[in-house]
């Protein structure tokens, strides 16, 4: 498969942000830590043995701890700069270093976007889940960044009259479940949330995206120095198109949330078409009765 993501700059703009902390960059971060708190709080189960795989930070680890639900916690990074110091297991990208059935508890966040083989990965971790073990990750989603893809977009073609790619292409919510279901996860559950961010210009956007180490590391990415000129007309056609009333732009961030079990047989199942003793008919008839 030829590769889309260069997952080695990927890493390397992790470790350079990590070398130059931004105060406040690690918004989505810590919003998506509190997101799983939520929806681990709602899972009425205790796991006995759980891997934070590829969180970046100790944020999911900490969640898993306080949840009091977790026995053993173990953290899973691609490069020791991300661990920090902290105890882990260091793991090449798109690797889940567990033997099969050894895990209760599996949890990704804001990392599987920039893998190449998203069903390989997912296909690791069902692995690697227990019978009746949960995944839980959250990916960056179609949507991110729109306004600064098609900002940059019209930019280049303007300027130099064709564009390249500069934005991941974001994996969509639909197509997020269809990737459960093809791991052989089961009850699989994918929900989008989006947040809202807004900058006095594209400039401060850019400097937050260097801040998490998000900048483009597409394979085919443009070799051509994207120079202050392309910028300039990119921060011009973002205000344009873009801003509030008070002058400031917007910039979104999709966040889609995957949730799926190891097949257990314990669990649910669908009815057996044909099997249902009252027709959907039936009862739109008495709905609108009432």
């Not at 997101?35 to 891997?51: C, I, K, Q, S, T």
């Not at 070799?223 to 000129?229: D, E, K, L």
């Not at 873009?242 to 009815?271: E, I, N, T, Y």
């Amino acid at each position: 498969m030829q590769p889309l993501i260069d997952t080695e700059l990927w890493l390397a703009r992790k470790r350079r942000a990590l070398s130059r902390p931004v105060e406040g960059s690690d918004f989505l971060m810590r919003r998506a830590a509190e997101d799983l708190a939520d929806r681990l709080g709602a899972v009425e189960r205790r796991f006995d043995r759980a891997a934070a795989l590829f969180c970046q930070t100790s944020g999911a680890a900490d969640v898993l701890a306080d949840s009091g639900k977790v026995g053993e916690i173990v953290r899973v990074e691609m490069d020791d700069a991300l661990l920090a110091g902290s105890p882990g297991l260091v793991a090449p990208p798109e690797t889940v270093p567990f033997e099969e059935g050894s895990l209760d508890l599996v949890v990704s966040l804001l990392s599987l976007h920039a893998m190449n083989d998203i069903p390989g990965v997912l296909a690791q971790i069902r692995r690697a889940l227990k019978p009746d073990g949960l995944f839980l990750g959250a990916l960056a989603g179609a949507g991110t960044l729109a306004e600064l893809r098609e900002s940059m977009l019209a930019a280049e073609t303007e300027l130099y009259g064709g564009a390249s790619p500069r934005i991941l292409p974001f994996t969509d919510v639909r197509d997020a479940g269809a990737l459960l279901q093809r791991a052989g996860l089961a009850l699989p559950v994918a929900d989008v949330e989006t947040v809202a961010v807004r900058y006095d210009t594209l400039f401060d956007l850019a400097a937050d995206l260097r801040a998490m180490g998000e900048t483009s590391v597409l394979v085919d990415r443009s070799r051509r120095p994207a120079g202050r000129r392309l910028f300039a007309r990119a921060a011009e056609i973002y205000a344009e198109r873009f801003s509030d009333p008070d002058g400031r732009v917007r910039a979104s961030f999709s966040v889609v949330w995957m949730s799926g079990w190891a097949p257990d047989a314990s669990q649910q199942k669908p009815l057996r078409p044909g099997s249902a003793k009252v027709s959907l008919k039936t009862v739109l008839e008495d709905v609108r009765k009432r």
